[in-house]
């Protein structure tokens, strides 16, 4: 259970500052003054300064931390007890062979946790003694940022980085605005406009801020970057004047100041309690789950090592019952010995048991492990197909340790803007009721040069449209918040050069208007500026039009339209009003709807961003209504958002329709290819963004996330005002389960293709309602549950309007659900950061947002397509190797140590080890590490551009499927198979033996020297050539290093033996292996046993492979007999769909089955299924040459269908 010690911090502090009755506010005294005497009275709230700590340890704590963390593994702590056993009692084995493997593995991991944290103090360091420039005393004052504290005034100046959370008081503008760009927070990297105090914008330098007498009332510090609730108070004669505060007065740290000169604001939030900090998450240290199975195979070995070792000593006190038996003379006890009490004899039998039997738990795995991961991180960054040319990068891995787990992945988070798209809007067309306008193509009826060949839809307008065409431009011109930025620069950046003299150019807080305005002006109509109120437009006759704008309805997400009220130069007022089409369609009275309609329409499916346009001639008598209504709501204290949307709601009416435009967000290269591929391989993929609904849904469509016959869910804040939250997600339950028949569908279920298609959208405010625990009611408690349910029937997610640390909460909820699957985030932006370092692996993209993303990841990629090949290649190869490096690690140390204990019954159960010391030490460190070593480095099972060009391959690895019991126990029987047949067929070779003349023994059948150490060493023999042979052939992918390796490592055996049983070694105090292997060897018997025994171990192995391969063939092993017979170039001559597996076979032996060979249902078309199941059942036997060929021709005729009905898994090259 998991204490959460940031709520205990909290709760001591308050009670250390006597708030025993706390409120759920905080009051803030503007630059430290206190109120006149009179007034209520405030307590002075003490609150932390602005250091920020992501840091994990400090230079105190960090042994002993790190040593905690460290032995909380099972296998570190298993090995630190046996190393105390050794030095602790005399064993049979030295205690150099646990502790040395030991210190290395801690050693090496504490200086790769200490560097990465050492990184971390460096940038924390850099961040809090950052220059910040404070108002004291009417004068500025320099300070270090960690020093800011709650109250202190500070001055900012343009492209400097806010460095707490900030109430804006004045600006260098006269309107009181200020321009900032949030691009590290919620990934947006357009300017928002924010305003100052009503009251306190005037005041423009230090003297004049520092006589600004005033408190700030406002909430506790919340993670929401989109909510704000407070009021100011300004004491003017000892009267306060209140103010209201919200989100739009409110500067948070890490947003950057853009395109205003300086501004004066207060400190309100600092340090820990900033909203960035409060949506930080903290590192923690990520297992995969190949490293839960491998601990959870050490608790099993861990029990048979104890079982084993319990049987020995039961039965060595047995044996020794009998007196004739007990203490011989070559055993020398000592009277000590003699006289301990026999449970403290027997334990100590036990730990000598245990010790000597240790070898089972491979502590060489471990180390092995550590350098798989290490050396295999490298052919990801050496991956020349994942380096970009554009940025000059290529990808980068900070944490080695989750290699594996990119091939287990099943569900994707990935951010939208900048991760899928480019974050570059582009004016496509906009459509005049009913005729399309393509900027330099067709305008104004005529095609223009350099168009020929598009596809448009258009007619010449009668004379009667022209008006109403200008008045369309117009209203884009004028229904907008963009600003004109007349400098050289911005962002660093130059624009707008033309001819080497600076030109005008725009930004705003949303790149659609940006897009919009300048695609006005390719059209003829060209927005100037905004001068005292006046909107000036250059129209196509290069006159200039004034209007004055009167009134701004801003947008927002829940109305989804904004509006302007403007008069013209001739005194007309107009109503301009853009927005979502399904926000204006329902308030329009006239226009050409059904055509405007029919084109946004065909936009939407397109994937472009659709808005409609629409305006109302007002009288003055209506504009006065206007202006009452609005100057109601803005005062309101109470409820003032509410009387807001209703007064818009009023005005915003009887429309006329003008027309519609669209724009497109460009789609990184390759997006909508790479989701199909996430799709096909059975992985789940939502979209996790801060933006709003339409422009992500728009997105959504164009990146092939959702189909054109994709039935959407809305799960929305409008929805859940119309019905309570309850009803909705109800509603929604019904909607997809009744399509399944309460069935649950996930991404490898196969169900028909003919079910609908369900995608669902979420924003962030109702998923705070879902999340919310509720007390009232038991059934609504439930909702996290219904919400789950609904996800797992949708075959994609779209959270919209989404905060850094909602993001997390959702990647969190869903490794929580009751399936736990393998998590991936991707993003490019801070805001990403949460769910980067939430989910099982966590991948930033090298984007325009800085470099946050990519610090906290644990691989980096420059573009989005590379996920393809992370996951499908490099993950799917990793998944390959590691599982079968701890499947053969087991293996080889069962075949190793099982006859040691064998050998116990036929020694007394006296501890005598089988194999020389030499053997024991060295068995997994020289003579079987470097070929397993090797094989987990380089081992392609399947070839590289098979696995690219049928992602479904990787559902054959889902689930972790090869670390599954059934396949453990299966390599546990064979290694105890193996160890018998060594172990007795070497005994039964010594079965008769007689004495020589010089007293020496010799077996009769073989003329050998007979030993116990001859013995051992003709069964470690045996067993280092069959655990070899099993590794080779296990190897798919030969190279010269492979048969280097592993023929090396056998001859390195042999030299190594003839040499330390060849030399009377000076520095050993026994000769016991002198001349051993050279005798043993010089017997011809011997060699043919020798061979006899390794054959017999391995054969039960293959003849269950053939037969297996043969009966029940998987989709990888049927395409690596057809990649043998094409010599490696079976994507060239075949279908790769030709060698799934039909969807029914073999799901009784293997289990898989459906789960694994399962069509997509998304994807594919029923009449394609029809006939890959005619093929399958007229051909079912893929392990001959002809059929192939057969088939390889035979889908020539098809090719056209699949290019026309899309192409599914069945299909995919």
Not at 378 to 389: A, G, L, P, R, T
Not at 559 to 581: H, N, P, Q, T, W
Not at 1104 to 1114: D, S
Request: contains cysteine; hydrophobic residues 40%; neutral net charge.
């Amino acid at each position: 259970m998991g204490v959460d010690f940031s709520t205990l911090r909290t709760l001591i502090s308050r009670y250390c500052v006597g708030e025993e009755n706390w409120v759920d506010s905080r009051t803030i005294f503007i630059g430290h003054k206190e109120p006149p005497p009179g007034t209520e009275a405030f307590i002075q709230q003490r609150f932390p300064d602005n250091r920020i700590v992501s840091s994990k340890y400090t230079f105190l704590n960090f042994v002993p931390k790190n040593m905690f963390e460290q032995f909380r593994r099972v296998a570190n702590f298993y090995f630190l007890i046996i190393f105390l056993v050794q030095l602790i009692i005399d064993t049979p084995t030295s205690p150099i062979t646990s502790g040395l493997p030991l210190f290395f593995v801690i050693t090496v991991t504490a200086i790769k946790q200490g560097y990465e944290d050492w990184l971390r103090h460096k940038a924390d360091n850099a961040i809090n003694q950052c220059p910040v420039h404070v108002v004291e005393n009417g004068k500025v004052v320099g300070k270090q940022s960690r020093k800011l504290r709650v109250g202190d005034v500070i001055l900012m100046k343009e492209n400097e980085t806010f460095p707490c959370d900030l109430i804006l008081l004045s600006t260098s503008r006269d309107d009181g605005t200020c321009y900032v760009t949030t691009a590290s927070l919620d990934g947006e990297s357009s300017h928002k406009t924010y305003y100052a105090v009503q009251d306190t914008k005037a005041y423009n330098t230090e003297e004049e801020v520092d006589t600004i007498h005033a408190t700030i009332e406002c909430e506790q510090p919340q993670p929401d970057l989109y909510k704000f609730v407070g009021r100011i108070n300004i004491y003017m004669d000892n009267e306060p004047v209140a103010r209201p505060l919200g989100a739009e007065n409110l500067l948070l740290r890490g947003a950057t100041l853009k395109n205003t000169a300086h501004i004066y604001a207060v400190a309100i939030y600092t340090g820990m309690e900033t909203k960035m900090a409060l949506n930080y998450q903290s590192k923690t240290q990520k297992r995969s789950a190949v490293e839960k199975s491998m601990n959870a195979y050490l608790v099993v070995y861990l029990c048979i090592l104890i079982g084993k070792a319990l049987i020995n000593t039961v039965l060595k006190y047995a044996w020794q019952a009998d007196p004739n038996r007990d203490e011989p003379w070559y055993n020398d006890r000592t009277e000590a010995e003699r006289g301990r009490h026999i449970v403290i004899r027997a334990f100590t039998d036990f730990l000598a048991f245990m010790v000597l039997f240790n070898y089972i738990i491979p502590v060489s795995m471990y180390v092995t492990v550590e350098m798989q991961k290490f050396l295999g991180s490298y052919f990801i960054m050496w991956d020349d197909e994942m380096f970009d040319k554009e940025l000059g990068e290529r990808a980068v891995v900070n944490t080695s340790d989750l290699n594996e787990e990119l091939g287990q992945v099943e569900y994707v988070f990935t951010d939208k803007t900048g991760t899928l798209t480019e974050n570059n809007m582009e004016f496509i067309e906009c459509c005049v009721d009913g005729h399309v306008y393509v900027p330099h193509a067709i305008c104004n009826g005529q095609v223009m040069p350099g168009a020929t060949g598009m596809d448009m839809i258009d007619t010449s307008p009668g004379p009667g449209a022209r008006e109403h065409e200008e008045l369309f431009f117009r209203a884009l011109c004028l229904c907008h918040t963009v600003q004109v930025k007349e400098e050289e620069t911005v962002d660093g950046i130059k624009h707008g050069i033309h001819q080497g003299k600076s030109t005008s150019f725009y930004i705003s807080s949303s790149p659609d208007e940006v897009a919009l305005v300048e695609g006005m002006k390719r059209l003829g109509f060209t927005y100037l500026r905004l001068k005292d109120s006046h909107m000036e437009i250059l129209n196509r006759e290069d006159e200039i039009e004034k209007f004055e704008l009167l009134e701004v309805l801003t947008f927002d997400s829940v109305r989804r339209r904004m509006s302007v009220i403007v008069r013209s130069s001739s005194g007309e007022l107009y109503l301009f009003c853009k927005g979502a089409d399904s926000a204006i369609f329902p308030r329009v009275i006239s226009g050409k709807v059904d055509q405007v309609r029919a084109r946004v329409e065909h936009n939407a499916v397109e994937g472009l961003r659709t808005l409609c346009v629409a305006y109302r001639p007002l009288s003055p008598e209506q504009y006065q209504e206007v202006c009452h209504l609005l100057n109601g709501a803005k005062l309101a204290l109470q409820d003032r958002d509410k009387r807001l949307a209703e007064a818009y709601d009023n005005i915003e009416k009887d429309l006329i329709l003008l027309g519609a435009t669209a724009v497109e967000d460009r789609l990184q290269e390759k997006a909508a290819d790479t989701i199909e591929s996430l799709h096909k391989a059975g992985m789940k993929v939502w979209v996790l963004t801060g933006d709003k609904m339409e422009t992500a849904a728009a997105t959504c469509y164009a990146s092939k996330l959702f189909r054109r016959n994709t039935q959407i869910l809305e799960l929305t804040t409008k929805r859940t005002e119309e019905q309570s939250l309850h009803d909705v997600l109800f509603d929604l339950s019904r909607t997809v389960l009744r399509q399944h028949g309460g069935m649950i569908r996930d991404t490898f279920s196969s169900l028909s293709g003919d079910c609908t298609d369900y995608g669902l959208i979420i924003d962030g405010a109702t998923l705070s309602a879902v999340m919310r625990p509720t007390q009232e009611d038991s059934i609504s408690g439930n909702y996290k549950e219904i919400f789950l349910e609904i996800c797992r029937n949708c075959s994609a997610v779209l959270c919209c309007r989404m905060a850094p640390l909602q993001k997390a909460q959702i990647v969190k909820l869903i490794k929580a659900s009751k399936e736990h699957p393998i998590t991936l985030a991707i993003g490019d932006g801070a805001n990403d950061v949460s769910m980067i370092l939430e989910a099982h692996v966590g991948i930033g993209i090298m984007g325009k947002e800085g470099r946050q993303a990519v610090r906290n990841s644990d691989y980096a990629i420059p573009k989005f397509k590379h996920l393809k090949k992370i996951l499908l290649v490099h993950g799917h190869y990793y998944y390959i190797r590691i599982s079968e490096l701890v499947q053969y690690f087991f293996y080889k140390n069962v075949c190793f140590i099982f006859p040691q204990f064998l050998y116990q019954f036929f020694c007394g159960f006296s501890q005598q080890p089988l194999y020389d010391t030499a053997y024991l030490t060295l068995y997994n460190i020289s003579f079987t590490s470097l070929p397993i070593l090797l094989y987990s480095l380089i081992e392609q099972h399947i070839n590289m551009d098979i696995l690219k060009k049928d992602p479904s391959l990787y559902r054959d690895i889902a689930k972790n499927s090869l670390l599954r019991w059934p396949i453990f126990l299966y390599w546990t029987i064979l290694g105890v198979y193996d160890a018998i047949v060594m172990f007795f067929g070497a005994y039964f070779l010594f079965d008769n033996t007689t004495f020589t003349s010089n007293g020496q023994l010799m077996t009769t059948n073989t003329q050998m020297m007979f030993g116990n150490w001859t013995f051992g060493t003709l069964v470690f023999t045996v067993l280092v050539f069959t655990v070899t042979f099993k590794l080779v052939l296990d190897t798919h992918y030969w190279t010269w290093i492979n048969h280097f390796v592993i023929w090396g490592s056998l001859i390195f055996f042999v030299v190594f033996s003839l040499l330390w049983g060849g030399i009377i070694w000076p520095f050993l105090n026994y000769q016991r292996m002198y001349y051993v292997f050279m005798q043993m060897l010089s017997s011809g018997p011997a060699w043919l046993s020798i061979i006899l025994l390794i054959t017999a171990s391995l054969l039960p192995d293959v003849v269950k492979k053939v037969i297996w391969r043969a009966l029940w063939p998987t989709t990888t092993e049927r395409i690596q007999n057809a990649d043998k017979l094409y010599k490696g170039q079976l994507s060239e001559f075949t279908p790769l769909a030709s060698l799934h597996a039909p969807s029914k076979a073999g799901s009784h032996r293997r289990g898989s089955g459906n789960e694994r060979n399962a069509p997509n249902p998304r994807r594919s078309e029923p009449f394609t299924k029809k006939i890959m199941f005619t093929r399958w059942q007229r051909t079912p036997d893929y392990s001959t040459f002809t059929p192939l060929l057969r088939f390889a021709d035979g889908s020539r005729q098809s090719k056209q269908g699949h290019a026309y009905t899309g192409a599914g898994p069945e299909t995919s090259v």
